[in-house]
Each structure stands twice: as structure tokens, then as C-alpha cells.
């Protein structure tokens, strides 16, 4: 019983898992497990590739089945990423996936499993997923070496502007690493023990050869290098066209360089066609016409690189875009001198197509002259109204004649038509002067235009025909580019024709009537203004029968030889304009108007003289001072030309500085000077007046002036002033009166003195009168009236000097310049006492000092003492002021105390000189300082004593006692 | 370290140096040279001397540059590596003595070897050069040292030393190698560089010291050899 039960519990149990399978494969699908999964890493693009197959499908069944594929990282239990793959899949079929890893796949272990599940419609559901697959590991640290450091990932392709991530990984724990992004410090975060990672977000471009990211520890730095591609554009302006319906080129402008060595991939697809080409430039490729005769394309321009693909579309009408090739071979087939054949050959287009070429004819730059001409292959034209020997350019181009869309380049070719005659004569002009009565003819032409040259001109003919003798003809030749030549004739009428040559033959002739007499000069001189516009002027013709008039001038008249200018006028004209581009202000030209005769003649009209624009002197004349008195000067600049100025000199300004800044002359007017400084002006309103009296002037006085002319523009440059300094009014009496008289007066004077004794002997000795001593008169007139001779009773002595000379005291001679023995018994002989302190008594002493002059024989037996002899002074002078100098102090010093208080002990002196008598003046005025009478008596006494009567002549040795003259007998009271 | 120079001088005198290099390139066909009582090799060997000098100054410019074109820290004057991975360089850094050891004959012989093999690297650099502008001064450079090149030949003609017979197999080919990243290729330029200039510094040293040799003492004249940091 017990084996039964067993036995039945076996079986019910190996049943229910057979009736489970039954029930699973009756009911529902079995699940399809993937199988066979591989992971391989592919480290260029950073991504994970599984590769898979499932089994137990039929042989003939797709099924669509999606597959659940979880990514780990570092450990298989860190999923990172979860994502279904949906395909449809068929019995073995290698099943392929990539994932990108955004990390570098070298720095850290990847795990991968994945399960799948039926996703067919034909399949009922429910639907189950399967069991997971085992982890497949992907490591790629395995291939690594053994270098500390590494850095991911390995030269990385990426867009300007995305995020990369970079890791590196250390092998040695204890480094201390840092990494750079070019050569800014980076911040990372470490993902494992060993590994670190970087986001560096928006990267940009820095260079072609990459941005470098480096990291550094110990040991060599190790980094990689992320090359940054720019954005790749999209292709602008994208054109096709061709250029002989056999290849069509398609143009495109691709934009900035994505900054990479490998540079974006450019291919052209044609829709229709289906097919397409890979371009071998980045802004152009061709395409080949095939011969199906396709005549539309569409066309698709796809530009690539690495993160993109930009693309363009044309529909290009093969007809419709036919850009001929530019026409060959261009050149003139004949040239004359009128027209021009040119010719040309094209490129082929199609089958026989024809062209439509444009000529152009160009001169001077400009498009004169334009000519449609179909052409097939050869291309010929014939140009017309071509101008001789200029030269022209002539371009072709060509369009698609059936459908006209773009001229093709042009082609020049240059020619130059043939010469021709000049067509005009050349213009001609004259001037005659003469020598010796001779005519000399300088004959003036003017170049001729190059529209009338026709060629290059070679020489100029001139034929001088005598019209008093017909047969006498002379030709000259002078060669081109002369404009003048010089021809010498005789007292003959003349005509002269001058022509111009070049290769191809002669001009029209020129001719030029000369009389042989001279011209009538006197022609007055008018003036023109000048305007902007040249010089306006008119004349009065004098004969009905001009032919013309000439007007003749010189362009440069400051530079001689003169550069004669013409103009010829029809007779009509009485007014013209000449203008110049050499006409310059502040240039005075002299216009020369000529009427022309019926016979070619010249006679002078009428002389002008003008400046285009007047300008103020350019500078001043050179004045001259002349006539230079104490009162006047004149101012001379008569040198100064009036006509070559750089305007009509109108007068001149006479500007006068005074030192004392007075009032200005007459006739001028006071001004401010430019310098600021103030001066008279006078005005000379006549320019031929070229001196100017300044007159009223001061003597002994500084005076400036300056001259300047004026014009109708102003006046001169400001100058400096010249001084002038008028002379003293007697320094010509001085000169011829004054130092003459002097000089004479010296001469007599010195002879006078050096003859003056004898003079004086001779002319009025000395004759001593006694009645016409002033003493006698103060006498007289005191006392008594009648009295004319002075007695000695007369003489009341106030005081009595008593001189007590002592023994050997020696008594000095005075008033003569001869030593005492020459003067020993011929001179009156002066004794001067003085009184000394010892002998002195009395209220006080008197000294009077007396006149030599007057009396010298008698004054040395004077009463009073006069001059002090002091044996210092050997030989005495004639007069007191000769006195020695010490004594001279003395006698000023007591004269000064005398006049006020008089100190005690002091001795007074009191001079009085006998001419000017000054006490017989002063006795009826009381004196306002009356001398005390106990000091000294008014007048001294002096006398005429004979030199019988004298004393013996005093002599070194003899002495004279006061005694003997003061004898109380004789004392006067 | 490197100097970083600016871009050469635009009359940078192309015509001079292709006149002293062909002078140069030139010496050992001269006759004069061989013959008895000739100079000797003195002004050859000065000639190599002053094309060293030259070609330093040329170097520094060039290197400025192209440092500048890999961009940091390749260009950052403090940049110095440890020498690594660039075994195939020929090293010019030798001990003192060692270098005081080497005999004339010897000394020549390896300079002639150093420079053909970095004319050799330096080709190479010019091929991937990405700019015209550089490519051009690569160019010129290689023209310079192909020179240089010529002048040691000629002065060890003259001394009468055979030039140094590459073996085969052993001849330097530049060929971008698919195994290095683009950064441990910026590094190999770099060391190109700057083994360049310490070959050229040690080059004028070797010259100089040989042209002192070669001068009679009387005449000698004394050049002194500035070193500058790399």
C-alpha cells in the first residue's frame, strides 16, 4: 500500500511538469532567447557593438521581436542605460547593435545583457519577455600598457560647439594630477578609484592640428588631442551651366573651412538619371552630358563630413544654361587708315549651333561702335569711320544664339589704323623784329591736334616767298616737334606758308604776310581785367576790311625768352577771352591785339596790360634818405619798377614813426601799423611819384619811416623801419664859425701868455697912482673929502700887532716867481706878520689879506701881515691862492668863523680885496653882521711904499724886526 | 626650453644662405682643398662653425612657430618633459667627460649621423605640416641643415675621415605611425625640435673646439659659445 502511494506520487509528479509544457506550447509562443552575445568595443567611435543571434526560429519565419539591452557600468549591478532595439529578425541571423558610449570606453568596465520579446501582429498575445541573457563584459583597460597615466579618448573627432567628456586613468595612486584644456586648469570628477572624468562643454575650434587636453602628474604629461570641426554649411549660390553641351559644371560657394585636415566630401546626384558623381573641389564639379540627350536635371549637391550632411537642389535646363567659350584668335585681318577688317574664330557648341558675338570697338576707353555678327566658326567684321593712325581696341564675346542666358569672357586685340595726311594747317603766328633795319621773323606754330595730325608729324616746311621778287622762293625744313623757327629777310613784302609733314605727305599750308617796315608802336596801353575765367577783352577794329584779328601774349612773361601765345579771331569778333591754364595771379601779362589785312597783314591795334588777379606787393622799394637837414629829409626809391609788380601799383605809403610818439605831420594821418604800434601814414596816390619830402621835423630827433606800395589787393609786406636822425640846428655854425673862432682865440691866447710880460712891458707897464687907491677913497670918504693922498698920520691902526720874531725866523718872499735874489732891490717885497700865539694880546688879532695886483711894492711893508711864510714854502706864488694848501683850509676856515662866533683864542682873518671894495659899498647899510671893532678895523692898511724907501731886500739871512715898522708914531688911530 | 620666437623676418635672406650652402655643400669638390699647403681645413671648419650659428638662429624662429602650431603646453617655455618614447632621436646630451673623450674623427662622425637622421624626421614633419606657411619654413630649414650636412662631410673629407656608411636596414624612415595618438606625435615634434638644438649647441661646441685646434696658437681667437636654455 505504502510502494502504491509512492509509486502514484512519482508519477502525478513527473506529469505536472509535462502538462505545464503542453499547456505552454498549445497555448502561447515559446520565448525566444538572444544568443551568442558578443560585445566589442570600437574605441574610434567610442562605441559598444553587440552582435547576437536567436535561435529556435523556422526556417522560413520573420518574426519582429524587440530587444531590452541593459548597459552597466564598472559593475554589472550600476545599469547606466536601458533601451529596447525593435527589428525584425529570421532564423540565424547575426543580430547587430552599437551603443555610443558618451564616456571613453577604456576608463571603465561595461557590462551588457539583453532579453527579448515576439512583437509580431501575427502572434497572439500576451507576450512574454525571456529570461536575460548572462552579463558580457567589455574592457578595454586590458589592452592597455603599463603606463601610469592615461588619457581618453584618443584623438576625437568632434563639433564646435558639443560636449566631450574625457577621462584619464592613473596607475599610481599618490600622483597628484592635473589636467588642462589647452593651458586652463580643468576640474573633473572622479568616477572610481583610479579613473577621473571631464566634461568639457562647448568646445571650440583653437587650431587645425586640434585642441590639446593634457593631464600631468610626475612622470611625462599624457593628453590627447580633440580635433574640433567647425559647423559644416550649407552650399550657397549653387549653379550649373555649360559650356559646350557636353559638360555641365556646377559652381557653389561652400563657406567657412570646417577647420579640419580631412575636408568635408562634396557629391552631385541627378534624380532622373539616378546617378551621381563625387566632386574633386570643394566649390566646383562637372558632370558629363551623356548621349541620351537629357535636357533637364535635377540636380542635388550633398556636402558631408563627419557630423553632417547639407544638401542643395537645381533644376538645370541644359539649353537654358549654356555659357559659350570665350571667342579665339582675334585679330585685324587689314587696317587702312579709315577701316578694319577684324576677325575671329569660336568654339564649336553642340551640333553645329550657332553664336551670336558682340564686336565692340573701343577708343579711348569708350565704346564707340558696337556690331552683332552670328558666327558658326569663323567670326569677321568690317569696322568703318575709323579715324588714321589712332588707336583702338576691338573685343568680342558670344552667347548661346538659340537662347540667350550669358555672354561669354571677352577678348581684346589692339590695332592702330594707318597714317594719312594732316588735315589742317598748322596754326601760325609771327614776330618780327628789327636789325639794322632788317626784318627778323620768328615764326611761331602751334603743335597740331592729334585729330588732325593723322600721324605722326616729322618736320615742318616753311617757304618764304618774296612778293617783290617772284621767283625767289626759300623753303627751310625744320624738324618736328620744333614750334618755331627764325627767319632773316630783307626790306621786301614777304609771304611765308608753312606746312606740316608726316610720313604720308603735307598739311594744308599756313601763310604769314610780312611787310618788311616796321610797325607802327605807338599804340596806347590799356588795361583788362582778369576774371575766373580768363581775360575779357574788346577792341575797336580800325578797317572794314579785317580778315581776323590775333591776339598775342606771353604765358610766362617772368621767364624770358617770352613763350609767345596766340589766338586767331574771325573778323567779326571786337572781344574775346583769353584764358590760360598758365595764367597765374600777381602776373602782369601784356596782351598784343593785331588786326589782320586783306593781304595777310598784321597791324597792331591796341595794347593791354592786365593780371588775372591783382595781388599786394610782394616787396617794398629801397628807399634812400637824401637831403638830410635838421628839418627835412627826402626819401628816395626811384629804382623801384613799377611794372613788374604783381599788380597795377596804384602809389605808396609813406609810414613815420616818431621816438616821442607826438602828433603826426601835416597831410598825415595817424594809423595802427600791423605790428600793432601806432604811426602816421601818408597816402602818394600817384605811382610815378617815387620821393617824398618829409618836412617840420624836429632837430636832434629820431625818426623812422618806411615805404610800401599799394595796389588794388593792399598793400606791401611790412618792413623793418629805417631811423633817421635829424642833425642839430647850430652844428654847421659850430662847424664853420664856432671851432674856428675857438681855435683862434686859443692860438692868441697862448701867445698872449707866453708873451704876456712882454706884452705888458710894452703896452701898459705898471705905473703905480697913488690917487687911485680905493683906500684913499674910503678915506675920503670918511673923513675928509679932500684928502687924495693917503698919509700915514691918516692910517688909525685898531690894533697894534706886535710881531716878536724870533732870531732866525726867516721871512718869505711872496708875489713874484723869481727866486729872492733876482728880486733882490728890483721887487717890492710883501712882509707878512702873523700873529702867534705867544705874542698875541688883545681882544683878538687882524689879519687882512691884500691885492697884489694892486699894489706890490708897497704891500710887503704892509701893516698887516698878510700870508703866513712858513719855511715849508720855499718859493711863494704870485697871487694868495697860490698858497700853500694847508694854509688855504686855514684862511677858508677862519673867513667862515668870522662871519658867525668867533671861539676865543682863535685868530680871525678878513680878506678884502681891494677891487671890489666890498665895505665902501656896504658902509651905508649897517651890516648885518657888523665885525666887533675890538676885533679887527674894517680896512687894512696898504701903501705904496717907493722902492727907494724899502727896506733892505730881504734875503735867507736878514731878518726884519715888526718893531721897526710899527713905530708908535706911525701907529694910526 | 624653448624660446618662442615670432614668425621669421619677412627679408629673412634666402638668397644668402642658398649662396652659403651651395658654398658649403660645395667644399669637399673644391681642389684647392686637397692640395698641398692649402689652408688646411681651418676655414671649412670655421664656414661649419658660423652655418651652426646660423642655423640656431633660424631654429629658434622656426621652432617658435611651429611650436605655436601644436599649441600648449608644446608652446609654454617652462615645458619640459622627461625624454621618453623618442628612443629613435639621436640624443645629443653626452656626459662631460665622455664628450671630452671623443676623438675629432669620432666627434664628426656622430654629428654627420645626428643631422642626417633629423634631416630625415624633419622631412617627415615637413610632409603632415598643415599649413603652406610652415611647410615652406620646414622646407627652408631642411635646405639649411641639408647644408650643414654637406659642410661636416667637406671638413671631415678634409681631414681625411671616411663619412660614416649607414647599415642596412638601420636607415631612418619616417613613416606616421598608426599606433600613436595624435598628442605622443605633437610630443615626438616636439623632441625633434629640440634635440635639433641641443645638436646644434653641441655642434658649435664641437666646431669651435675643433677650429681652435686646427689655428696656429699665434692666431689664435677665441669664440665663446653662448648656451641658452632650450
Redesign the interface.
Same mark, same amino acid.
Given at each position: 500500500m505504502a510502494l502504491f502511494a509512492v509509486l502514484q506520487t512519482t508519477f502525478l509528479l513527473t506529469l505536472l511538469p509535462l502538462r505545464t509544457y503542453q499547456s505552454e506550447v498549445l497555448s502561447e509562443p515559446l520565448p525566444l532567447t538572444p544568443e551568442s552575445l558578443k560585445v566589442s568595443i570600437n574605441s574610434t567611435k567610442q562605441c559598444l557593438h553587440l552582435q547576437w543571434t536567436v535561435h529556435n526560429l523556422d526556417y522560413h519565419q520573420e518574426l519582429k521581436m524587440v530587444f531590452q539591452i541593459q548597459i552597466s557600468r564598472f559593475k554589472a549591478s550600476n545599469v547606466i542605460w536601458m533601451g529596447n532595439y525593435s527589428t525584425t529578425v529570421k532564423r540565424n541571423q547575426v543580430l547587430h547593435w552599437s551603443w555610443e558610449s558618451e564616456l571613453p570606453l577604456e576608463c571603465a568596465i561595461h557590462f551588457v545583457r539583453m532579453r527579448t520579446m515576439v512583437d509580431d501582429a501575427r502572434i497572439p498575445a500576451p507576450r512574454f519577455w525571456s529570461n536575460w541573457s548572462s552579463w558580457e563584459k567589455a574592457d578595454a583597460q586590458n589592452s592597455l600598457g603599463d603606463h601610469p597615466l592615461y $588619457?581618453f579618448p &584618443?584623438?576625437k573627432l568632434v563639433e564646435e560647439g558639443s560636449d566631450v567628456t574625457i577621462c584619464y586613468i592613473s596607475r599610481n595612486h599618490q600622483d597628484n594630477i592635473s589636467c588642462?584644456l589647452?593651458?586652463e586648469l580643468t576640474y573633473g570628477k572622479q568616477l572610481d578609484q583610479n579613473v577621473w572624468a571631464f566634461k568639457l562643454k562647448n568646445v571650440s575650434f583653437?587650431?587645425? /592640428? !586640434? /585642441?590639446?587636453f593634457?593631464c &600631468?602628474g610626475q612622470? $611625462? #604629461?599624457? !593628453? $590627447? $588631442?580633440l %580635433?574640433v570641426s567647425k559647423v559644416l554649411e550649407e552650399p550657397k549660390d549653387f549653379s550649373c551651366e555649360t559650356r559646350d553641351l557636353k559638360t555641365v559644371t556646377c559652381t557653389w560657394d561652400p563657406g567657412s573651412d570646417t577647420g579640419l585636415?580631412q575636408l568635408p566630401s562634396y557629391t552631385l546626384f541627378e534624380s532622373f538619371s539616378g546617378k551621381k558623381t563625387l566632386c574633386k573641389h570643394r566649390n566646383r564639379c562637372d558632370w558629363q552630358v551623356t548621349q541620351d540627350s537629357q535636357e533637364v536635371y535635377n540636380f542635388t549637391l550633398v556636402a558631408e563630413n563627419y557630423f553632417r550632411k547639407r544638401s542643395v537642389s537645381i533644376l538645370f535646363n541644359l539649353i537654358h544654361g549654356v555659357h559659350p567659350l570665350a571667342p579665339y584668335n582675334l585679330f585685324p585681318k587689314s587696317v587702312s587708315a579709315t577701316n578694319a577688317t577684324m576677325s575671329w574664330k569660336v568654339s564649336s557648341i553642340g551640333h553645329n549651333s550657332a553664336l551670336l558675338c558682340q564686336l565692340q570697338l573701343l577708343g579711348e576707353g569708350k565704346v564707340i561702335q558696337q556690331h552683332n555678327i552670328s558666327v558658326r566658326v569663323n567670326g569677321e567684321y568690317l569696322l568703318s569711320e575709323l579715324k588714321p593712325d589712332t588707336e583702338y581696341v576691338a573685343r568680342v564675346h558670344c552667347a548661346y544664339a538659340d537662347h540667350f542666358w550669358k555672354w561669354s569672357e571677352l577678348i581684346s586685340q589692339n590695332f592702330t589704323t594707318a597714317e594719312a595726311a594732316p588735315s589742317e594747317a598748322p596754326d601760325v603766328w609771327r614776330d618780327v623784329t628789327f636789325v639794322s633795319g632788317h626784318p627778323t621773323v620768328t615764326l611761331f606754330w602751334k603743335p597740331l591736334s592729334k585729330v588732325h595730325t593723322n600721324g605722326k608729324i616729322l618736320f615742318y616746311n616753311v617757304v618764304v616767298e618774296n612778293l617783290d621778287e617772284p621767283s625767289s622762293l626759300e623753303v627751310l625744313s625744320v624738324p618736328a616737334p620744333a614750334n618755331s623757327t627764325k627767319v632773316t629777310l630783307n626790306r621786301s613784302s614777304y609771304q611765308i606758308y608753312v606746312t606740316a609733314h608726316n610720313s604720308v605727305g603735307p598739311s594744308p599750308a599756313s601763310a604769314v604776310a610780312i611787310s618788311g617796315h616796321p610797325e607802327n608802336e605807338n599804340v596806347e596801353e590799356g588795361r583788362v581785367n582778369g576774371t575766373e575765367d580768363g581775360f575779357h577783352m574788346s577792341w575797336k577794329p580800325q578797317s572794314r576790311n579785317a580778315t581776323g584779328y590775333v591776339v598775342e601774349w606771353c604765358d610766362d612773361p617772368q621767364n624770358l625768352p617770352c613763350v609767345l601765345q596766340w589766338k586767331n579771331l574771325g573778323p567779326t569778333n571786337t572781344g574775346t577771352v583769353i584764358s590760360s591754364d598758365a595764367f597765374r595771379p600777381g602776373v602782369r601779362y601784356d596782351f598784343r591785339i593785331y588786326e589782320i589785312s586783306a593781304k595777310g597783314m598784321a597791324h597792331l591795334l591796341e595794347k593791354k596790360a592786365g593780371y588775372l588777379k591783382e595781388l599786394a606787393p610782394s616787396y617794398n622799394p629801397e628807399v634812400a634818405t637824401i637831403n638830410l637837414t635838421s628839418h627835412s629829409f627826402t626819401l628816395s626809391w626811384k629804382d623801384y619798377s613799377t611794372e613788374s609788380q604783381t599788380g597795377f601799383i596804384q602809389g605808396y605809403y609813406v609810414y613815420l614813426k616818431s621816438k616821442t610818439g607826438e602828433k603826426c605831420h601835416r597831410e598825415f594821418e595817424k594809423t595802427v601799423l600791423p605790428d600793432n604800434s601806432v604811426g602816421c601814414k601818408y597816402t602818394i596816390d600817384n605811382p610815378d611819384q617815387k620821393t617824398f619830402v618829409v618836412k617840420d621835423l624836429q632837430p636832434e630827433s629820431v625818426y623812422e619811416f618806411f615805404v610800401t606800395p599799394y595796389t588794388s589787393a593792399g598793400e606791401g609786406p611790412l618792413d623793418d623801419f629805417t631811423k633817421v636822425t635829424t642833425p642839430d640846428d647850430y652844428s654847421h655854425i659850430l662847424t664853420h664859425i664856432i671851432l674856428p673862432m675857438i681855435f683862434c682865440v686859443l692860438v692868441v691866447t697862448i701867445t698872449c701868455y707866453l708873451k704876456s710880460q712882454w706884452l705888458k712891458d710894452k703896452c701898459y707897464p705898471d705905473i703905480p697912482d697913488p690917487y687911485k687907491s680905493s683906500v684913499l677913497s674910503l678915506i675920503k670918504f670918511k673923513e675928509n673929502p679932500h684928502i687924495t693922498i693917503m698919509n700915514v698920520n691918516d692910517c688909525v691902526p685898531d690894533a697894534i700887532e706886535v710881531v716878536n720874531k724870533p732870531e732866525g725866523s726867516k721871512i718869505q718872499f711872496i708875489g713874484t716867481r723869481k727866486s729872492p735874489t733876482e728880486t733882490k732891490g728890483t721887487k717890492p717885497v710883501y712882509l707878512d706878520l702873523l700873529p702867534t700865539e705867544k705874542n698875541y694880546s688883545g681882544p683878538g688879532p687882524c689879519i687882512c689879506f691884500e691885492n697884489f695886483t694892486y699894489n706890490q711894492a708897497a704891500s710887503d711893508l704892509g701893516y698887516c701881515g698878510h700870508f703866513p711864510v712858513t719855511p715849508q714854502a720855499p718859493h711863494c706864488q704870485l697871487g694868495p691862492l697860490t698858497s700853500p694848501e694847508n694854509l688855504l683850509k686855514t684862511l677858508e676856515q677862519n673867513y667862515m668863523n668870522s662871519l658867525g662866533e668867533i671861539p676865543a683864542g682863535e685868530a680871525n682873518l678878513n680878506y678884502v680885496s681891494q677891487l671890489a671894495s666890498p665895505m665902501s659899498g656896504d658902509k651905508e647899510s649897517p651890516p648885518a653882521n657888523p665885525p666887533e671893532p675890538a676885533l679887527c678895523s674894517e680896512y687894512k692898511m696898504q701903501m705904496a711904499i717907493p722902492l727907494g724907501l724899502a727896506s733892505p731886500a730881504p734875503s735867507k739871512n736878514s731878518s726884519l724886526s715888526s718893531t721897526a715898522l710899527l713905530d708908535p708914531s706911525e701907529h694910526c688911530h | 626650453m624653448l624660446p618662442v620666437a615670432g614668425e621669421p623676418a619677412a627679408g629673412d635672406s634666402w638668397g644668402m644662405l642658398a649662396c652659403l650652402c651651395t658654398v658649403l655643400w660645395q667644399l669637399p669638390a673644391v681642389p684647392a682643398l686637397n692640395r698641398t699647403g692649402d689652408p688646411g681645413p681651418g676655414p671649412s671648419i670655421q664656414k661649419t662653425y658660423d652655418l651652426t650659428r646660423y642655423l640656431e638662429h633660424q631654429l629658434r624662429s622656426l621652432a617658435g612657430t611651429y611650436l605655436n602650431? @601644436? !599649441?600648449? #603646453? %608644446?608652446n609654454?617655455p617652462d615645458f619640459n #618633459? #622627461?625624454r @621618453?618614447?623618442v628612443e629613435t632621436l639621436p640624443k645629443a646630451t653626452v656626459n662631460l667627460e665622455v664628450w671630452r673623450s671623443l676623438n675629432d674623427k669620432l666627434r664628426l662622425t656622430q654629428n654627420y649621423e645626428a643631422y642626417s637622421h633629423l634631416l630625415c624626421y624633419l622631412r617627415g614633419l615637413n610632409r603632415q605640416a598643415? /599649413?603652406a606657411e610652415l611647410r615652406r619654413s620646414l622646407a627652408h630649414f631642411c635646405t639649411s641643415l641639408q647644408g650643414l650636412l654637406g659642410s661636416i662631410a667637406g671638413v671631415m673629407a678634409a681631414l681625411g675621415y671616411p663619412l660614416p656608411q649607414p647599415l642596412p636596414g638601420t636607415e631612418p624612415t619616417w613613416a606616421p605611425g598608426p599606433a600613436h595618438?595624435? %598628442?605622443l606625435q &605633437?610630443?615626438d615634434d616636439f623632441w625633434l625640435l629640440k634635440e635639433l638644438q641641443t645638436w646644434l649647441w653641441r655642434s658649435a661646441k664641437d666646431f669651435n673646439r675643433l677650429k681652435k685646434k686646427m689655428q696656429p696658437p699665434a692666431t689664435a681667437v677665441t669664440l665663446h659659445l653662448e648656451a641658452r636654455g632650450f
Open positions: $588619457v &584618443k584623438d588642462y589647452e593651458d583653437h587650431r587645425k /592640428t !586640434g /585642441t590639446n593634457y &600631468k612622470g $611625462v #604629461p599624457e !593628453g $590627447v $588631442v %580635433f585636415i | 602650431y @601644436l !599649441g600648449p #603646453p %608644446f609654454e #618633459p #622627461p @621618453l618614447g598643415a /599649413t595618438s595624435d %598628442f &605633437k610630443m
